[in-house]
């Protein structure tokens, strides 16, 4: 039977985006929560899709570096959709395992949310 899984993440960030008021073009800060959504059948032996310890290290390998920078530095959008899209890429390249399918993942901050399905 089809499973998903999904574990939460947190970093904090700092960014301004140009050409969206005098509010948005200064450089401000924002906390996130990532959820990363993943699906597939459970193994037999354990009864989970992914061991809870391997999820977070890849999850934490590719969101861990967001944490307290500048993300004007590394992408030119730096918008909760375009954090969202960025990830999901960057999950997508660390290969999980061939019975799991990275499902989304959603970037909430400043009580708006934007997901990326795959």
């Not at 089809?2 to 960014?15: G, I, L, Q, S």
């Not at 699906?39 to 899709?49: A, N, T």
């Not at 375009?82 to 970037?107: C, D, G, M, Q, W």
Request: proline fraction near 2%.
């Amino acid at each position: 039977m089809k499973t998903k899984v999904t574990e939460r993440f947190t970093f904090e960030a700092a960014h301004r985006l140009d050409g969206i008021g005098k509010e948005n073009a200064t450089i401000h800060g924002h906390s996130h929560e990532v959820f990363v959504t993943i699906s597939g059948e459970p193994d037999e032996r354990y009864g989970w899709l992914m061991e809870q310890g391997e999820f977070q290290k890849k999850c934490k390998h590719v969101i861990g570096y967001l944490d307290h920078s500048y993300l004007n530095e590394f992408m030119d959008k730096t918008t909760a959709e375009a954090l969202a899209r960025h990830i999901f890429l960057r999950l997508s390249e660390s290969r999980f395992p061939s019975h799991i399918k990275l499902e989304s993942v959603k970037v909430c901050k400043v009580g708006m949310c934007a997901e990326v399905q795959g």
